[in-house]
């Protein structure tokens, strides 16, 4: 039985947090699913171009101006954002609790600089950074994904910091510090896991705004090439945006339920690792 | 009066040589970028003109010193820069900085716009979800800035076309004019003002969302304090508490979260003026993806950070206008 | 006369799933026109609470159940929401404890004083700065025409304080509740505005119901004296009496704690163990667990309040009077 105070209790009485899990869980179903229920790929032309959803039963959600199945797209879509929204967040979250963790740990100097180097990133505007990387190199998966994690690590590292700053006087540290522990010891074993709470919750939150960038840039075309993804459904659909609308309406609200979902997600982990940020 | 304007110009000037820099650090990724980059730009001209011949291309990389060593293109690049002069964009055969001027006009209107609307916005739906607290508006006014956190805005102007521009028709759907029309005077206004409100919507819209949630619990942080039940003691009604006494309060961390987010405003205009054709820079970064600009596209993320940096001292100057206890100094 | 302020039977509670967590218990109290009354306890007493239900201020996490509050005649409890801004600040001002933060801090003080004089209809926009200068001359603030155009940040707490003082007399209320107004302030200040409140009280003529845990300030100020304890009045009575003789053990055990028993905290360290906190309220005399001469009977029976002479107590035990 589970305790209504426990973490998954508090998890489970968050409505709105059960509810993004839900979908955060159609959605990687969706991901892993495409190529057992879509085996021949989402480019194939497969039937008649811009058929409406529900016009043609084998086609339940139509097919775009080239005659692909929107749903086969749909899923493989699914794996696109999720794979750079996971890889990109991690990637970040790695430098960024990495500068972070430096500059707290060593302060002076160290911690000028790295936090002199972070304000340099967020002074470029995200998004605009993303473009010119991707435009700089070829647009592929890999430079998509340094791209997002490129232009989303500086608000993690100054998260990490401050947390740092906070444990750094606390005794147990004080205790390590006596004890002759090495300084990555240190911050291995005794900082970081302290910290990591709130590093989770950012984190969590970080993979939704990685997927809004990725579409972002697919939609300007700066997309792999070789992946389905839901922006450059978007801006497939785009071309006939006055007639078939649905082609550009449905990987749209892809998009946005997966955000949402990641978001609740994140808000319930919030809630349920933090007990005293609720009610608020 | 005049004391307060000095130390107001003091203090911009402090910051803007604070923010030296941060610039300077921009400048250099920039640059190394162009660096790093595959290719230079002899190769980009060179695959223009369709002649390639090494004597060619060496010719064209002498002239544009791409020939000098690295930390030489370093010093000429930063000596440039110092000037404004952000290179040439050979794709429009115009310099960079040319171009960039002639379409930032636009992008401040329909960026000052948005900011006005998700902050007019915020202050409205924050103040109005703070008065129901846990009621049915608090409710829906906290899932629609849900709901707004979570939409792509490109997708969201793509809907707003469909549905205000070609089902309605109430809207243009793209420009900043009627093509043609030649207004002039307040019709002309009239005729922008028209095209602007759906892109500047849509780009307020996340904004919008931040600014709501944020309004909304500094309202009610700030409805606990002791000056607030002073103020309730004297007889006002709480409209008046609320909108004289808490909100004045409220609104510092709003004009904070300016600051916060102009970078993002600024990421997400170059989706919307894609969207709806708005001849600004957002535009402008478009056609310098799609044509590989690379040039042009450096010059304008360095012109953002600019722009950055810019808004950033305004916020803290309006920050310490709103509240008397920061000093200027 | 009607007495400016008269309170009869008034009970509070915390909201909550405990119905018995009073936290004013039955409470009545009357100040009369031009008095000064003393309402003294210790903190958690529920004095603030009942300063704070005069102009109907509780927080939302207290709820009126029972009583009556008359203002000038008028019932305070039943007036409907208008009405009673129309009240506030005319017939009753209130002052805080901490004036450093029961002012607005971004806006003036010159505007915060207007603001109450321009809600009542007590001055114009154009009159209004004028009648500022007035009243901060009336509280003897140092140099008026330059502290109006400040803001709270650049005043001491002791002219912040007066500031409030200004803002509370800005519409001649008939009483001035103040609440523990100098507990906040360095001892030489709050000597300077005790006094203050005095003369302004022999100036202008206003009642004053003040709130405090300090005996020392009472003896000096007030005309008669109210203690509270958990919740009711234990004992009232004019000042010099009930100093010299107090009937009520506790009243008694305050005095002993003078001159230096009241610690910063407010509580009294001369009288073993804790006031009860609101629903955990002993039976019988809820005095009787700390009470030296407390008997059987007072863990049984809740006394009446019953009058001898000028004091009014509620004690099966009263020490013996003058």
Known sequence: MISRNSLLGRFGRHYPAVAGITLLAAVTAMALLAPVLFPQGPWRMVGRPQLWPGADPRFPLGTDILGRDLLACLFYGARVSLLIGLSATLAATLVGTMIGAAAGFFGGKVDRWLMGFTEIFQTTPPFVLAVVVVAAFTPSLTSIIIAISLVSWPPLARLVRAQFLQLMPREFVLAGIVMGMSNTRLIVTQLLPNAITPIIVSSSLMIASAILLEAGLAFLGLGDPNAMSWGYMIGVGREVLRTDWYITTIPGLAVLLAVLAINLVGEGLNDALNPRSRNR | MSRNAQDLIRFVLRRLIQSLPILLGIATINFLFVNLAPGDAADVLAGEAGAASPEFMAALRERYGLDQPFYVQFLVYMGKLLTFDLGYSFRFSRPVTELLLGTLGPTLLLMSTAILFACSMGVFLGVLAARCVNRWPDYLISVGALIAYATPVFWLGLMMIVLFSVKLGWLPSSGMQTIGAGYTGWRKIGDVALHLIMPATVLGMYLTAFQVRLIRASMLEIGEQDFVTTARSKGLSEQTIAYRHVLRNAILPMVTMVGLQVGAILGGSVLIETVFAWPGLGRLAYNAVFQRDLNLLLGLLFLCSIMVVVTNILTEVAYRLIDPRIPLK | ?322
């Open chain 3, 1 to 322: 006369m009607t007495p400016v302020l008269s309170i009869s039977g008034l009970r509070a509670r915390l909201r909550g799933p405990d119905p018995s967590a009073f936290v004013i218990d039955g409470l009545s109290l009357q100040v009369n026109r031009g008095e000064v009354v003393a309402l003294v306890g210790e903190s958690g007493s529920g004095k603030t609470m009942t300063a704070y239900s005069v102009l109907r201020l509780l927080p939302p996490a207290i709820q009126l159940t029972e009583g009556e509050i008359r203002l000038g005649g008028q019932d305070v409890v039943a007036m409907e929401t208008r009405r009673l801004r129309d009240v506030r600040g005319t017939l009753a001002s209130i002052i805080f404890q901490e004036p450093m933060t029961s002012l607005n801090p971004l806006m003036t003080i010159e505007r915060q004083i207007a603001e109450m004089l321009l809600t009542h209809g007590k001055a114009t926009r154009q009159t209004a700065p004028e009648r500022v200068i007035e009243l901060l001359e009336l509280v003897r603030m140092p140099d008026p025409q330059t502290r109006a155009k400040q803001y709270p940040h650049s005043l001491s707490g002791g002219l912040r304080q007066r500031a409030m003082i200004a803002m509370a007399l800005a519409c001649e209320p008939q009483i001035l509740i103040a609440d523990e107004p100098t507990t906040a302030l360095d001892v030489t200040i709050q000597q300077q505005v005790m006094k203050l409140l005095l003369d302004l009280r022999d100036q202008l003529g206003m009642a004053i119901l003040l709130i405090t845990h300090d005996l020392g300030v009472v003896a000096e100020v007030a005309d008669r004296v109210a203690v509270m304890y958990a919740g009711r009045i234990v004992e009232e009575g004019p000042v010099v009496e009930l100093l010299e003789a107090p009937r009520h053990p506790y009243t008694a055990g305050l005095l002993a704690c003078l001159p230096e028993g009241v610690g910063d905290t407010g509580r009294l360290i001369e009288i073993p163990g804790l006031p009860p906190k609101p629903g955990s309220i002993p039976e019988g005399c809820r005095f009787a667990p700390r009470c030296p001469s407390a008997t059987e009977l007072c863990t049984r029976v809740t006394p009446e309040t019953r009058t001898e002479g000028v004091q009014a107590f509620a004690c099966h035990h009263p020490r013996m009077p003058a």
